[in-house]
């Protein structure tokens, strides 16, 4: 289940957490699906509306399952550059692939949690590992609040405790667009208007060494006047394995 916590920013912009109910096991799992995609790649529209799909099923059924859209450079060099790719994306699933064992680089890519990469329109398998993961104990509970930075280095504050066992994570905090859309006119998918949801535009991370903490997450003007384009996922995560134990998320949207 999910929660929403609201505060209002200066009468501007209001922010939503989606945690887990207390009344569940302080323990109860979350899913963060972290997909590694191309605007150069034709396979990966199909990956983005089942992303699309499994966001808008979590948000109806209030399911505590997470999406993150990672653009990789692999296929800028066909005759279309992705505006939202970056070759530190392309290393981040280098990296999952030695973690998880999986001997092929392809998009689109899924990492379920961080212990898990599978094709990423492989519908049946990948909801069958949500519902198992649903169904897993972790050792450790996360609970995050928001509260905005203002001045001149404007931000987020983001506060956190933890309760379990936290030792070797890291928090990552990664900035992404809500909803973003494409008009590509050449490469593999030239032709086609593509919708992307909750691509990357930045990662951050924290080493964690107590149960509670704060971390400033700062954001340049022109993101920070446009919040409710954006959203912010906090995940905890193992520094060696890149297992991830909590995730929540930070929506941003027009106050009164």
């Known amino acids: 289940m999910k929660r929403l916590i609201y505060f209002l920013l200066f009468s501007i912009y209001t922010f939503s957490v989606k945690a887990q109910l207390i009344n569940d096991s302080i323990h109860a799992p979350t899913v963060l699906l972290e997909m590694f ?3 150069g790649c034709s396979s990966c529209p199909l990956g983005d509306k089942f992303m699309q799909q499994i966001i808008h099923l979590a948000d109806s059924a209030e399911q ?3 999406v993150l859209d990672y653009h990789v450079d692999i296929w800028d060099h066909n005759g279309w550059k992705d505006r939202f790719s970056d070759s530190i994306w392309t290393k981040r699933q ?6 998880t064992r999986q001997p092929t680089l392809f998009t689109p890519m899924l ?3 961080g212990k898990y990469s599978v094709p990423a329109g492989d519908k049946k398998l990948i909801g069958g590992l949500i519902s198992h993961t649903l169904k897993t104990r972790i050792p450790v509970r996360m609970d995050i609040m928001a509260e905005p930075i203002t001045g001149l280095n404007k931000g987020i504050k983001i506060n956190y405790v933890l309760q379990g066992r ?3 994570t890291q928090l990552v905090f990664a900035l992404a667009h809500k909803e973003v859309i494409s008009d590509v006119t050449a490469g593999e998918n030239a032709g086609q208007k593509l919708v992307h949801h909750h691509v990357v535009k930045t990662l951050e991370t924290a080493s964690v ?3 509670g903490g704060a971390y400033d997450f700062y954001l340049d003007d022109a993101t920070y006047k446009n919040l409710g384009d954006y959203l912010v996922m906090v995940f905890l995560q193992h520094r060696n394995t890149l297992r991830v134990y909590a995730t929540e998320q930070i929506i941003f949207g027009k106050g009164n």
Do not use: G, L, W
Request: proline share 10%.
């Open 37 to 39: 995609s191309s605007e």
């Open 64 to 66: 505590p399952v997470f």
């Open 94 to 99: 280098r990296t999952y692939m030695e973690k």
């Open 111 to 113: 990492v379920i949690n």
């Open 166 to 168: 936290f030792d070797s």
């Open 209 to 211: 060494s107590a149960p």
